[in-house]
């Protein structure tokens, strides 16, 4: 969601729900996505809002050591994110671990209290504690559990239940569990792609839940949390019926009804309740994003095929508590077999001689952390042919970020003084953040333009008002486009406070001249091809290098999941058939390898 859509309600909605415990507006993917999609800065953000609603708490998502990223960051660059977290304005830091590791969450739940804010950790759900045949996440795991977050320090605990899978009674039983076992608040948190959302908080609610999370009710259901609207009349009657004003429930919902219609174009998600979550376990925010990725991939028409192999790959892994950046793993290795036809069997079978997705090999590297009960011992060898793994916290073996180094290198590129907000986005996000400074040393700050104009742009003859700052705006009009020029520009003809100018723009909307490229040969170990759709990235040899068996030769990406592309055996580099940059199709011919004894 863009700044300038949440700017314009967020006031009201603070003035007109002010026993709110929180709004959770922070954190997570909305970090990199303002960056990357939105060319947005996500620390102005939070400021802004900030600045127009100091009644409520802010509450972020933190993803412990892998904090608003996908990997596991250096113990310097949590803390100091936290603290500058904190100062911008969050007050309640919702902490998790995507494999429900505490080891992982200390040093953030330390860093959390030393900045003076609230340290709430979450028990990430999975599983089903009404099934006996599912013993691994029982209702004694979540009480030990529970006991061990309050040891550590948790102000609040959280229940994240981030697919759905929380059924009505056994929100009943949990939460009852829970309120006699430890001593904290206990803030339940889930999706409603079951449907079963409004009916599973109202029996946490009779088990004294303390704090539930609601979406207002024209972007709530499915895939997003269950309705504020919808749980005030659920409860009506009851003694802890929320104390909310509902008619100011409805005027915030009638305005993001309006909103939403300017992101249809993105909207991927489910159109009504499925209680199939119970099967596949997917997560209600990777849901339309895996979806998304697989349309990319043209694996549209194998979605529900994805679906079963996401299950399967989750059992394959050992059943997995399935958040991010874990439920990113088991996305990848979904689409990875789909798109190369593997079944199971081929994993076990024919595992040393593939490339599996970069995420896959971290997380059974341990860079992500240690699952509970361990590894799958022959998938892991497998996947990792013969490295050893991590048995230790990442953070612990990482050296501390040089923030120094970073001031240094970001002050070359900025035109303005870097701030510590500029190094921590660059420490967790170098890329995405050095292409934001590029686009906006180009484009200016977008933030103000209004949602339909930085999406579709402006029709013929339309006009638009911009506000730059305060007392300052700009009135737009859209004149013209010529035709094409030689070279695949176009004039653009257009007014700016009544008078004409006109820019130069590239026309994106040529297509370049493609060519077939050759198929690796499968039979030929020497071929080796794309395991995916995507683009070259990078490429570590050159034509007549000497390779080892398992040495990197070159990466490839689709959709933010990264392949690296090893070397079956000691050899010589005959030839290579991409540069960096060329998009690629799955089996295209990367590179071809002789052994060393036939160079």
Request: hydrophobic share 40%; glycine share 6%; net charge negative.
């Amino acid at each position: 969601m863009r700044t300038h859509d949440m700017l314009n309600i967020i006031a009201p909605t603070a003035h007109a729900l002010p026993n709110l415990f929180s709004m959770e507006m922070w954190g997570g993917a909305t970090f990199d996505v303002a960056y990357r999609f939105l060319n947005e800065d996500p620390w102005k953000r939070l400021e802004a809002l900030r600045a127009q609603a100091p009644n409520i708490l802010f509450q972020m998502l933190f993803r412990a050591s892998n904090a608003v990223g996908y990997t596991s960051y250096p113990d310097n660059v949590i803390r100091a994110f936290v603290a500058q977290a904190a100062a911008s304005g969050i007050d309640v830091f919702r902490i998790f671990d995507s494999l429900n590791w505490l080891d992982a969450m200390i040093v953030s739940i330390d860093a959390v209290r030393q900045s003076g804010k609230v340290a709430e950790v979450a028990l990430c759900y999975a599983g089903d504690i009404l099934d006996p045949s599912r013993s691994k996440y029982d209702l004694k795991y979540y009480v030990n559990m529970a006991k061990e977050v309050e040891q550590a320090g948790a102000h609040i605990l959280a229940i994240k239940d981030m697919a759905g899978l929380l059924k009505p009674e056994a929100a009943y039983r949990l939460v009852s569990a829970l309120k006699e076992a430890i001593d904290l608040p206990i803030h339940l948190h889930m999706h409603d792609t079951s449907g079963n959302g409004i009916y599973a908080y109202a029996r946490a609610v009779d088990a004294g839940v303390d704090i539930v999370d609601t979406a207002i009710s024209s972007l709530a259901g499915m895939s997003s949390q269950p309705s504020s609207n919808s749980l005030y009349y659920a409860l009506q009657g009851h003694d802890r019926q929320p104390h909310v004003n509902i008619d100011s429930l409805n005027k915030l919902s009638h305005y993001w009804e309006d909103v939403r219609t300017h992101y249809k174009d993105f909207e991927s998600s489910l159109l009504f309740p499925n209680p199939e979550v119970y099967h596949h376990e997917m997560p209600g925010g990777q849901y339309s994003n895996l979806r998304q990725q697989a349309k990319s991939l043209g694996l549209e028409s194998q979605w529900d095929r994805i679906k079963e192999v996401y299950r399967q790959v989750n059992d394959m892994f050992g059943d997995l508590i399935k958040v991010t950046p874990s439920s990113k793993i088991v996305g990848d290795m979904a689409l990875f077999m789909v798109e190369n036809n593997l079944t199971e069997d081929d994993i076990y079978k024919t595992g040393d001689s593939l490339d599996f997705p970069n995420s896959v090999v971290e997380f059974f590297s341990g860079k992500i952390g240690q699952p509970y009960q361990g590894f799958p011992q022959e998938l892991q060898r497998i996947i990792l042919k013969g490295k050893a793994p991590l048995t230790k916290r990442p953070g612990e073996l990482l050296e501390d970020t040089n923030f120094d180094q970073i001031r240094n290198k970001l002050s070359g590129v900025l035109t303005r003084p870097v701030t510590e907000k500029d190094v921590l986005a660059y420490s967790l996000y170098p890329k995405v953040f050095l292409d934001w400074v590029k686009l906006t040393a180009i484009y200016g700050d977008v933030s103000m333009l209004d949602t339909p104009t930085f999406f579709h742009g402006l029709l013929p003859r339309e006009e638009l008002q911009v506000d730059i700052e305060e007392g300052k705006t700009l009135v737009i009009k859209f004149i013209s486009i010529e035709e094409p020029l030689p070279d695949g520009t176009r004039i653009v003809n257009f007014e700016l406070n009544g008078l004409p100018r006109e820019v130069i723009v590239k026309d994106r909307s040529f297509k370049a001249i493609t060519t077939t490229k050759i198929k690796a040969e499968r039979d030929n170990p020497g071929q080796l091809g794309a395991s995916m759709t995507g683009k070259v990235v990078k490429i570590m040899v050159k034509k007549g290098d000497s390779v080892k068996k398992g040495e990197y030769l070159l990466v490839t990406e689709a959709m933010k999941m990264e392949t690296t592309i090893q070397s079956p055996f000691d050899g010589v580099v005959k030839e290579l058939y991409v540069m960096p940059q060329d998009s690629v199709e799955t089996g295209d011919l990367l590179i071809e390898l002789v052994k060393a004894a036939e160079a």
